[in-house]
């Protein structure tokens, strides 16, 4: 049975390009490189770069990465005054900025969690909404 989500890796062009991004402006904590990857982590989550060629994606798929509410507005300030480019503007539930990596990899910054999307479904529900 599965238990959790164990690890997410990225293909990454540029390694020491990719590590001073997020280690250095997103924050996350790096414990090896080689030399053709490394390993990081947020909490609980292990990040695998990978040197490889990045495809680019034109849909929805993306990564969201957990932020305490009080640090929210300082975070963002921060990713604009590094100059991270957003993707998206966000219009659903929580408080969220949607960035991109060096490489087009397309990453979500959240307030929230899943019981909170819930409880917002409750009153605004999604069209054609089903509770399994």
Known sequence: MITGLNHITLAVSDLERSLHFYIQV??????????????????????CLSCDAPCPKNDYTHVALDIAAPDF???????????????????????????????GHKLEVHVGGLESRLGALKSKPYSRLVWL
């Open 73 to 103: 507005d300082d975070y963002c300030k921060h990713l604009k005054d590094a100059g991270v480019p957003q993707w998206k503007v966000n219009k659903s539930e929580g408080r969220s900025v949607y960035i991109l990596d060096p490489d």
């Open 26 to 47: 997103m924050g996350l904590k790096g414990h090896v490189k080689w030399d053709k990857g490394a390993y990081l982590s947020a909490g609980d989550l292990w990040l």
